[in-house]
């Protein structure tokens, strides 16, 4: 079964601090990741996703993240954040099931800009 | 706007009762989720399903199960809820079928059993 390592539980910047929150998986096969954010209040939304081709994408909101298929890794990037960047980051990452594409979840990393 | 909808946004139930949490999707999606959402543990999969009557347990399905008799509703049912059943429930819908295109999430359902 796959597994997703988040290496931080909770971040704390300065606004126009770089970010980088570090997502490791293990699976031996192909997989499909995923960043999700959930803002205080509100529901978890997707932030971006790999599925192939180029291992840089980028998502809303100016993130973006780098797939490193020799590291298992898949980091999350923003060179400037902001104080609405304040929230809860999941990585996920997903396989290919016989009847459904599912994710596991890492346990999240919680994001504190302060202004 | 609205793709997935819960029905509770709180509840309050008692041990030893029967809980039925609902999700419906308006996306034609046929994957439907139900994950449960505690601090410092991520997110958990219970159940899912792929299609109409069709279901596949997660990976903590103890002491739930569920419902799907239209494509767009999905059903969480705790048999016997208990405390260690409190928690934060999620419902999300995805497209892609064995694949997984990413999941468009409900608001969730805080459940509190006392």
């Known amino acids: 079964a796959q597994s997703v390592s988040q290496h931080n539980h909770h971040v704390i910047l300065s606004e126009a601090a770089s970010l980088e929150l570090g997502c490791n998986y293990s699976?031996?096969?192909?997989?499909?990741l995923f960043w999700y954010v959930q803002y205080p209040g509100q529901h978890l939304q997707l932030l971006l996703k790999y599925f192939s081709g180029d291992p840089l994408v980028k998502g809303i909101k100016g993130f973006e993240a780098e797939f490193i298929k020799s590291k298992f890794s898949f980091n999350l990037r923003k060179p400037s954040v902001q104080w609405s960047d304040t929230a809860e980051y999941f990585c996920?990452?997903?396989?290919?099931?016989?009847?459904?594409?599912?994710?596991?979840f890492g346990d999240g990393t919680t994001l504190t800009v302060k202004p | 706007d609205v793709k997935v909808t819960q029905s509770s946004r709180y509840l309050v139930k008692r041990t030893g009762e029967k809980v039925f949490l609902e999700c419906v999707q308006d996306?034609?999606?046929?994957?439907m989720f139900w994950y449960r959402q505690d601090p410092g543990l991520g997110l958990r999969l219970i159940y899912f399903?792929?299609?109409?009557?069709?279901?596949e347990k997660g990976d903590i399905p103890e002491g739930y199960s569920v419902s799907r008799e239209k494509k767009e509703r999905f059903s969480l049912i705790l048999e016997s809820a208990s405390t260690n059943q409190t928690s934060m429930y999620l419902c999300?819908?995805?497209?892609?079928?064995?694949?997984?295109?990413?999941?468009?999430f409900g608001s969730g359902t805080r459940l509190t059993v006392v």
């Open positions: 699976y031996g096969g192909t997989v499909n």
């Open positions: 399903s792929y299609d109409v009557k069709m279901k």
């Open positions: 999300a819908s995805s497209d892609g079928g064995t694949a997984n295109y990413g999941y468009t």
């Open positions: 996920a990452v997903s396989t290919y099931n016989t009847n459904a594409g599912k994710s596991t």
């Open positions: 996306m034609d999606h046929e994957n």
